[in-house]
C-alpha cells in the first residue's frame, strides 16, 4: 500500500496561481502513471492531470493549457502548477498512482483548492 499526503491548497482569487504539492511513501513515480484528481461538492471525482512513468502528460480539457503537472522522482514528489484559475477550479485535490482514470491506492486527505473573489 501506498500513502499520499497532498499539500499547497488554499484561497485564491481568480486570476491567480497556486502549486499543488504530493508526496508518496514509498518510490513510486518511475514506475506507475501518476494523476491529479479534484472533487468539487456535490460531484463525482475527476482526473484533472496524468503524467506516464515515461513523461508524457495529457490534461483535461477544461484544464488544459493552465494546468502543468510535473514529478520528481529522486524526491519522490508530483506538483501540479495551476494558473489562471477560476471559480469553477475549487475543489479538493488528490494525487495517486493511475489506472485507467482512476486512483489505483487508497486517497490522501487532499488539499482544499477555494477560487474567490
Known sequence: QVQFV??????????????LSCAASRSIFSIYA???????PGKQRERVAVITSGGITNYADSVKGRFTISRNNTKNTM?????SLKPEDTAV????ADRLGVGRFSW?????VTVSS
Open 6 to 19: 497532498e499539500s499547497g491548497g488554499g484561497l485564491v482569487q481568480p486570476g491567480g496561481s497556486l502549486r
Open 34 to 40: 501518476m494523476g491529479w484528481y479534484r472533487q468539487a
Open 79 to 83: 506538483y501540479l502548477q495551476m494558473n
Open 93 to 96: 485535490y488528490y494525487c495517486n
Open 108 to 112: 490522501g486527505q487532499g488539499t482544499q
